[in-house]
C-alpha cells in the first residue's frame, strides 16, 4: 500500500512539473530565444495547437502563436491549479490535462484580464513530446473581462439566453409530452376495437353452430355459475 501511494505521488508531482513548464509559455514578458528554445523541447516538429479562435501546425507556428501575447499583454502569466496524466495503452499515447487561470494587464491600458482555461495534451511515447495542444476558455471570463460589455452580458445577455432556452426547449418537451400523450389514447382506442372485434367474431361463429354464446353466458359460465351449460343439462 505504500508503495502504491508513493507511485501515486510520484505520478502527481510529474504531472504538475509538465504542466508548470507548459505553462511558463504563457508568461508576459519571455525572451524570444528562451520561448523557442522550450517549444521546441516539449514539441514535436509538427505539433498541432488549437484554441478556441486560433489553429497551428508546426514548432515555428507554436513559437509565433506564444510571442503574439506580448502583442496584446504587457504583463502576465497562467497559475497551474490541478493537473492529471492519463497513458492511452491502445496508441500508446499519454494524455495530460490541467486547469489554471491566466491573468494579463492590457497592453497601454489599466484593465487586466483574467481567464478560466482547461488545456489538453497529448504526448508521443516514442518522442516524449507533444503532438497535440488544445486550450479551452470559459467564454464568460472571456466576456466579463470587456469593460461595459461585461456589465451587459452578466445583467442582461445571460438571463436572456436562459430565458430563452426555457422556453424553446420547455416548449418543445411539453409539445413532445403532448404528441406522446396523444398517442397513447390512440393505442388504447385501436387496442378496445381490436378487442370489440374479436367478441363480435367469436359471437358470429358461435351463431352458426347448435348454440348462441353471448359474452354475459361466457362470463356466467366462467364464473362457477354453470350458465349456459347448466341451462342445457337441465332441460335434458
Known amino acids: 500500500a505504500m508503495g502504491q501511494h508513493d507511485d501515486i505521488a510520484k505520478m502527481e508531482e510529474a504531472c504538475s512539473i509538465m504542466a508548470q513548464s507548459v505553462s511558463e509559455l504563457y508568461s508576459v514578458p519571455l525572451e524570444s530565444k528562451k520561448l523557442d528554445l522550450m517549444v521546441r523541447a516539449l514539441y514535436t516538429e509538427d505539433a498541432v495547437w488549437s484554441d478556441p479562435i486560433t489553429q497551428c501546425t508546426g514548432a515555428d507556428s507554436i513559437v509565433a502563436n506564444f510571442q503574439s501575447l506580448s502583442l496584446v499583454a504587457g504583463a502576465g502569466k497562467l497559475s497551474v491549479e490541478h493537473a492529471s496524466f492519463k497513458r492511452d495503452t491502445p496508441s500508446g499515447h499519454g494524455t495530460l490535462r490541467f486547469c489554471g487561470t491566466a491573468e494579463y494587464r492590457v497592453r497601454l491600458t489599466p484593465f487586466k484580464v483574467s481567464i478560466r482555461q482547461w488545456s489538453t ?90 348454440e348462441t354464446w353471448t359474452k354475459t353466458d361466457y362470463e356466467e359460465d366462467k364464473g362457477g355459475g354453470g350458465g349456459r351449460a347448466n341451462k342445457g343439462r337441465m332441460s335434458d
Request: net charge neutral; aromatic share 6%.
Open 121 to 210: 495534451l497529448v504526448f508521443s511515447n516514442d518522442l516524449g513530446k507533444i503532438t497535440q495542444h488544445k486550450d479551452e476558455w470559459s467564454v464568460e471570463s472571456m466576456v466579463g473581462n470587456i469593460p461595459l460589455v461585461g456589465r451587459v452580458y452578466e445583467s442582461l445577455l445571460r438571463p436572456t439566453m436562459g430565458s430563452m432556452c426555457n422556453r424553446i426547449l420547455g416548449g418543445y418537451m411539453r409539445m413532445s409530452a403532448r404528441r406522446k400523450e396523444v398517442q397513447a389514447i390512440k393505442d388504447a382506442e385501436k387496442e378496445a376495437k381490436s378487442i370489440c372485434m374479436s367478441w363480435e367474431e367469436h359471437d358470429t361463429q358461435s351463431t352458426n353452430g347448435t
